[in-house]
T-cell receptor, first 113, second 114 residues
Framework: DAKTTQPPSMDCAEGRAANLPCNHS???????VYWYRQIHSQGPQYIIH???NNETNEMASLIITEDRKSSTLILPHATLRDTAVYYC??????????????FGSGTQLTVLP | EAGVAQSPRYKIIEKRQSVAFWCNPI?????LYWYQQILGQGPKLLIQ????????DSQLPKDRFSAERLKGVDSTLKIQPAKLEDSAVYLC????????????FGPGTRLLVL
């Protein structure tokens, strides 16, 4: 699986947009970019995923560069409840064990009041 | 819909003792995963089930860890005997038939081995 690189920590002011970067320079053409987050003392929670096009849902937006070597997760109006570790994961489209999630260390996002 | 349920939430044992964790996945989810998360690290997959069959257990320390998923629903993960380095959070997740796009995680069981 392609590896991902994320900054270990970031701060963001409450109400401002939080932009979390992820590098995945060895991503293959058919691998998806997934984002999960883990709030303290909880299990990871799915946020969003994408292949080539930018994606948006009720939680966040995902911007993938044209060469697909990096992406940015955007939380448009961060709240204190968004404080969590954010994981960027590259995942193939195949079934079975190849669909497993391989978590790195993620980015600790702290939203400041 | 109800989420993934796990019990107990916390467990403290002494080394060389045994311990078991229980997971009830979301109804209808055929795929079940057990992860180990050591403090400060991301979750690491231990074992993946499809219904009651094992898809991948390559990272499960089989000399002390075992897992089963009888009838393709609930699952138990056992450690016997426990070591100090097994102190971690054990997370259970499930997804729809065929692997699915999204894994849904339970709250985890926090294990402390003294």
């Amino acid at each position: 699986d392609a590896k991902t690189t994320q900054p270990p920590s970031m701060d963001c002011a409450e109400g401002r947009a939080a932009n979390l970067p992820c590098n995945h320079s060895t991503i293959s053409g058919n691998e998806y970019v997934y984002w999960y987050r883990q709030i303290h003392s909880q299990g990871p929670q799915y946020i969003i995923h994408g292949l080539k096009n930018n994606e948006t849902n009720e939680m966040a937006s995902l911007i993938i560069t044209e060469d697909r070597k990096s992406s940015t997760l955007i939380l448009p109006h961060a709240t204190l409840r968004d404080t969590a570790v954010y994981y960027c994961i590259v995942r193939p489209p195949f079934s079975g064990s190849a669909r497993q999630l391989t978590f790195g260390s993620g980015t600790q996002l702290t939203v400041l009041p | 819909e109800a989420g993934v349920a796990q019990s107990p939430r916390y467990k403290i044992i002494e080394k060389r003792q045994s311990v078991a964790f229980w997971c009830n996945p979301i109804s209808g989810h055929a795929t079940l995963y057990w992860y180990q998360q050591i403090l400060g690290q991301g979750p690491k997959l231990l074992i993946q089930f499809q219904n009651n069959g094992v898809v991948d257990d390559s990272q499960l320390p089989k000399d002390r860890f075992s897992a089963e998923r009888l009838k393709g629903v609930d699952s138990t993960l056992k450690i016997q005997p426990a070591k100090l380095e097994d102190s971690a959070v054990y997370l259970c997740a499930s997804s729809k038939p065929g692997g699915g796009e999204t894994q849904y995680f339970g709250p985890g069981t926090r294990l402390l081995v003294l």
